[in-house]
């Protein structure tokens, strides 16, 4: 089968398709979205080498029978269901978990893919196959909602206008706070005006006054500024993974009372009821679609600065 | 008076009393405790310039009739009680707030200092002079019990067996959870022999398995371990100051889910409670006490490393 693999170098090649191990379903894929960690990936983060890809649609193909013929999603977590962490409700954080398409598992870009049907989610028919391809990217919004509570009164500040920005944006202003985004250029103004959400320039921030502040950047500069704009005993949503070890300054955490918080992947279930609400705009943050066989096109332009999703068409 | 001032030069020095401003006490300063702040103060932390001192237990010789001869403490952020964050009931984050001895506000190594009654706690007879003077750094720890639930059921660890740390460890000791502090050197093992506390080795650090970390180092390296330490989803709580602007593993924040949280003043009432009921055993802790006359010995005395609290006799 053909399968975007990256090992040192991303490319296009013909690999065997999966035998199914106990308890997996084989997909074949429909949609695929590439994400930021995707191109990290081709950067060497994780030191990551097999076929790409965590952000998918598919149809199940060979498995169990009441999973055949299915529109599935897949959570990205394959957890071992024994470790403390499993048994604590937390498989995301399972002690041996592999991540499909980021470490020890084969990643979606490719036309089959072997996955746990217990990481398997059913696509409504309500939900097409260009809104069921952000359920992953969407779920992780969603666990700002988990790990924080974030009330309507609140004053709320997403940093950054990316594809996980606008997301969390979108999610957030569904709790009915007062939701601002910063940018950094233009690009996403269009869309901030048609969601109705209030942009801030990097450069005028209202200081010490959020109550929640959530940093998509994964920069230095971005930790530094969500610093800057909350208030003292708010809570610091931290949304993505930080190049480097970056300089952070912690006496100000500890001056200020503030929460930081790490936040990952979150629930499949929750992303799809959304979706199907139709509560979120997956429209308007498609930049561009490639068939899979133009993939390193489609990463070309993913590398783009302010290009938001670009999907693959199996 | 005499009074210990820092404006580039730690020195003792005559300057005028006080004169009492609406709503202040006038206290006469029975003792003081050296801070690890005192000591960054005077290599230029905050700028500071004025009298040094925030631990103090005093008796009020000036100011309304109800206060008059009493033993008190102060709490030492002086809030404008008209901010927000006041108005939420967090005077010790004024947006405007002084802070005895460290911002904006005469310290408590003087003969006399003047503070607004609103500060002071009377201190009750069953708690002497040498207890008293705990209550500031003791309610500093009991506001780790504030900002976070520990469970009878977690594993707490601490870092960093100085003042602060001995005095947190036994803090979380009183939740019932199993409570271990780590340690660099050996002379805090004779006291957490003394309250059953294991020590354990920096070097040699159970991976990812505590529930709750309590980083009191106020370095970079302490921050790393904490994050060592920590279990996912795990708390991390950061209790001390940090020099410089410390790399730190936010990435690592983001994919265990860590959950940093910043704490500072805590509560003086409970502190006080705690010291009464004779649950914190501060004895153990006063490394030597000085005649006021001999504060600039007892500076170089705290300055050793090692050394637990210094007090200063008036």
């Not at 089968?1 to 090649?13: I, K, N, P, Q, S």
């Not at 809104?131 to 009164?153: D, K, M, N, W, Y």
């Not at 996403?188 to 921030?205: E, I, V």
């Not at 190049?243 to 929460?259: H, I, S």
Request: proline share 5%; charged share 20%.
């Amino acid at each position: 089968m053909r399968a975007l693999v990256f090992d040192g170098e991303l490319r296009l090649t013909d690999i065997p398709t999966p035998v199914l191990q106990q308890g997996q379903a084989l997909l074949k894929m429909r949609r695929g979205g590439i994400c930021n960690t995707d191109l990290e990936l081709t950067r060497g983060y994780m030191g990551f080498s097999g076929v790409l890809g965590h952000e998918f649609v598919a149809e199940v193909v060979e498995g169990p029978s009441e999973w055949l013929g299915q529109r599935v999603v897949g959570e990205i977590n394959i957890a071992d269901g024994d470790c403390d962490m499993c048994r604590l409700g937390v498989p995301s954080q399972c002690r041996h978990r592999a991540t499909v398409g980021i470490n020890g598992h084969q990643g979606a870009f490719a036309e089959y893919m072997a996955l746990t049907t217990r990481n398997l989610y059913a696509v409504p028919d309500e939900v097409s196959d260009d809104q069921a391809v952000f359920v992953e990217p969407l779920a992780a919004a969603l666990q700002i909602l988990e790990a924080v509570h974030v009330s309507p009164r609140d004053r709320v500040v997403v940093i950054g206008a990316g594809k996980l920005g606008l997301l969390s944006a979108q999610v957030l202003r569904l709790t009915g706070a007062e939701v601002q985004v910063v940018v950094r250029s233009d690009h996403a103004l269009p869309l901030l005006n048609k969601w109705r959400l209030p942009a801030l320039r990097a450069d005028d921030l209202p200081v010490n006054q959020a109550d929640v502040v959530v940093d998509c950047t994964g920069n230095a500069a971005g930790f530094a500024a969500a610093l800057d704009l909350v208030k003292p005993r708010g809570t610091l949503v931290l949304k993505s993974t930080y190049a480097d070890l970056p300089q952070a300054n912690l006496t100000r955490v500890v001056v200020d009372e503030v929460r930081v918080i790490g936040s990952r992947c979150g629930p499949f279930a929750a992303a799809l009821s959304l979706l199907r609400q139709g509560l979120i705009d997956t429209q308007a943050m498609i930049a561009m679609r490639y068939p899979f066989e133009q993939a390193l096109s489609a990463f070309d332009r993913a590398f783009q600065p302010g290009t938001l999703k670009v999907l693959l068409d199996f």
